[in-house]
C-alpha cells in the first residue's frame, strides 16, 4: 500500500513541476491565458498529492498498533476499555 501511494505522489508532483515548467518555456510564446490555466491546474496538484499520500489505507494501521510495551500496551489497553489481545 504504502509503495503505490507513493507512486502516485511522485507521479502527481512530477506532473505539476511538469506543468509550470512547459507552460512557461513554451506554452506562454503561443498562448499567455492558456500558461496561467496550466499553471492553475499545477497549483492545485501538490495538495491533492499530500491527500493521496497520507491517506490510511483497509489495511494499514496506525494508533491501535501493540508498542512493544507490555506495560503500556496494557495500560492503555485498560483506559480504552479493550481486552488484552492474545
Known amino acids: 500500500m504504502y509503495a503505490r501511494r507513493r507512486h502516485a505522489y511522485f507521479a502527481m508532483m512530477g506532473t505539476c513541476i511538469g506543468l ?3 507552460a512557461w518555456s513554451v506554452v ?3 498562448s499567455m491565458p492558456v ?5 492553475v491546474v499545477a497549483m492545485v496538484i501538490p495538495p491533492l498529492a499530500a491527500i493521496v499520500a ?3 489505507g483497509p489495511d494499514d ?3 491501535d498498533d501493540p508498542s512493544g510495551d507490555t ?3 496494557e ?3 485498560e483506559l480504552d ?6
Open 54 to 56: 497520507n491517506r490510511r
Open 81 to 86: 476499555g479493550r481486552k488484552r489481545r492474545p
Open 35 to 39: 500558461a496561467v490555466g496550466m499553471c
Open 61 to 63: 494501521r496506525w494508533w
Open 75 to 77: 495500560w492503555w489497553d
Open 71 to 73: 506495560r503500556s500496551d
Open 20 to 22: 509550470f515548467v512547459l
Open 28 to 30: 506562454r510564446l503561443w
